[in-house]
């Protein structure tokens, strides 16, 4: 049976730390969270960003907007935060409505509190391995995860499967970085199975259920970052837990695997925007 990456017990040893140094500050680092529309999903994640900011001692404010907003209101909200010298964090929460152009509103951040990592600069520094002010915080979250097991990278098959801008792409030049051998799988993908079954690290992020057992090599390590109510209403990931475990040395649990780690790595990102202004 596979051991489990527990992203919960890493969450709450990594952020009991935090908070211990967030005290020592005079000045409080500060973390704005700006959500339009009613996305179900995106309400409960930002909820948790609030409640763990609030945990961690980093002051935290969420700024809703109804669905129509007009993309010039959350562009001029942004600027206002961008010369606010109490706020050291801007995050927009994805996905905008669909009448807003994310890439305008998220440009419109300054990449000194682009919590994300989002912005065209410090992708930019992402991609030619120079440094950004910040990581993006699911693949920060997955790559703390392995490194706290003692997962090594380096010279390994890592199979990202999924290929957003949110995970897969910035995971697998991360994973790069890290001297990875990395293959990026996604939808037109050929015979995943086969692929998935050379991995030393499968890491999957499409949100379907898709990866069962019997593609995975013996031993290897799987994470799994999709998360959505199957037809049940039950939570589920991307990867067959049952069949998955029996095979895999490591495997990520959904939820309490990669979930708490982006939460985790909100955190320290909103630290480190704060600790590059003293
Ligand atoms: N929606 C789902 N994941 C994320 C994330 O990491 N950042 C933002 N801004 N929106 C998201």
Same mark, same amino acid.
């Given at each position: 049976?596979?051991? =489990? ?20 500050f005079? =000045? ?13 999903a995106?309400?409960? +994640?930002?909820?948790n ?10 002051? *935290? ?15 001029d ?12 964090a ?7 409505? @669909?009448?807003i ?7 419109? =951040? ?5 919590v994300?990592?989002?912005?065209? +600069?410090?992708? *930019? ?7 950004? +002010?910040?990581?993006?915080?699911t693949?920060?979250? =997955? ?11 380096e010279?390994?098959?890592?199979v990202?499967?999924g290929? @957003? ?15 990875a051998?990395?293959?990026v ?18 890491i999957?992020?499409?949100?379907k259920?898709?990866i069962?057992?019997?593609?995975l090599k013996?031993d ?6 999709g998360?959505?109510?199957?037809? @049940? ?9 049952? *069949?998955? *475990?029996?095979i ?9 695997g ?9 955190m ?11």
């Open positions: 049976m596979a051991i =489990i990456l527990d992203g919960k017990k890493l969450r709450d040893k990594i952020l009991d730390n935090l908070k211990d140094k967030v005290a020592s005079q =000045i409080k680092p500060k973390l704005v969270v700006i959500l339009a529309g009613e996305d179900s995106s309400k409960i +994640y930002v909820e960003k609030r409640k763990f900011a609030h945990k961690t001692g980093i002051i *935290s404010e969420v700024i809703n907007y109804s669905s129509d907003v007009k993309e010039s209101v959350l562009i909200k942004i600027k206002e935060l961008n010369n606010d010298q109490s706020v050291h801007i995050l927009v929460q994805l996905p905008l409505p @669909s009448h152009s994310k890439d305008k509103v998220i440009n419109a =951040i300054t990449p000194e509190k682009d994300d990592g989002f912005t065209p +600069y410090n992708t *930019s520094k992402l991609f030619s391995c120079d440094i950004p +002010y910040v990581y993006p915080c693949p920060k979250g =997955i790559l703390l995860l392995l490194d706290e097991y003692g997962i090594d990278i010279g390994k098959h890592a990202v499967v290929r @957003s801008q949110i995970v897969g792409h910035p995971l697998a030049q991360m994973l790069l970085n890290r001297n051998t990395v293959t799988c996604h939808s037109h993908t050929k015979n995943l199975a086969q692929i998935t079954k050379t991995a030393d690290i499968i999957s992020a499409v949100g259920n898709i069962k057992g019997e593609m013996s290897c390590v799987v994470v799994d970052v998360i959505f109510k199957d037809e @049940s209403g039950k939570l589920s990931g991307d990867v067959d837990f049952d *069949s998955s *475990s029996k895999a040395s490591y495997i990520s649990p959904v939820p309490g990669v979930g708490p780690m982006t939460i985790t790595s909100l320290l990102n909103t630290v480190e925007l704060f600790e590059k202004t003293l």
